[in-house]
């Protein structure tokens, strides 16, 4: 089914950011950092709800690079909580057919976060089914200068000249169709530099729901919401009708 009618097409690719943990942490009179261990749960919940819906990739925000500004306390939490994540959970994505990667600028974790990773990619490499993509010291910005550095590298001969085609196979999710639906939840309505170069056509959906509290159901909704939008692409509404008929009778 053509995927630039919305219509009944579950999206390819889904990016979430996961946001809200905080504030629903410190509405129970929790430090923050509760609110970080009850978003696991919320990961596991969607993960599956993902993968028996079909959709092919889903990509989540989990750390950005801006948020190393946060308390260190904070941020050791979260580190301790990712290693944790891939020290029980990567045997149940493997036995779930699930593959999983990581983006970001590893440089600054710690080596033993960085072997843990690069074992679940490796023990996982061979999944053929959800590919689940944690965005970790990731930053949009960061993503197209290192694809620019790469590029250049690739063609030290030219100066000038290249073309978005050129460009996009160094961005670091190149394995990936661009995400066809982007969910925030926690209210806010920015990217905050997640995907900036892949979500340029992308269908937004942003949720009050805190991230800790959203589930199998809340993908649900969202996909449903994606279902009726129309995608145009810069084509006229008349163009798009047509040639989702034409398609269907193709
Ligand atoms: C998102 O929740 C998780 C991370 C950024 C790691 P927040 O921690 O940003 O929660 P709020 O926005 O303060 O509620
Ligand atoms: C975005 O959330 C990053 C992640 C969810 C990992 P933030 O809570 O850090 O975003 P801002 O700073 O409020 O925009
Ligand atoms: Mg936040």
Known sequence: MSSSTGTSAVPRHIAIIMDGNGRWARRRFMPRVAGHRKGVEA?????KRCAERGVGYLTLFAFSSENW???????????????????????????????????????RFEPRLVELIRNAEALTEGNTG??????????????????????LKAHPERRDGFTEQELAPHLSMAYAPEPDLFIRTGGEQRISNFLLWQLAYTELYFTDSLWPEFNGAAID??????????????????????????????
Do not use: C
């Open 43 to 47: 990961v596991r919940a969607v993960v």
């Open 69 to 107: 500004r946060r308390p260190a306390e904070e941020v050791n939490f979260l580190m301790q909580l990712f290693v944790r994540a891939l020290e029980d959970e990567v045997v149940r994505l493997h036995e779930n057919g699930i593959r999983l990667r990581v983006v970001g600028d590893l440089g």
């Open 130 to 151: 959800l590919n689940l993509t944690i965005a970790a010291n990731y930053g949009g910005r960061w993503d197209i200068l290192q694809a620019v550095e790469r590029m």
């Open 221 to 250: 909704e969202a996909i449903k919401s994606y279902q009726q939008r129309e995608r145009r692409f810069g084509r006229t509404s008349e163009q798009v009708q047509s040639a989702a008929a034409a398609g269907q009778h193709a």
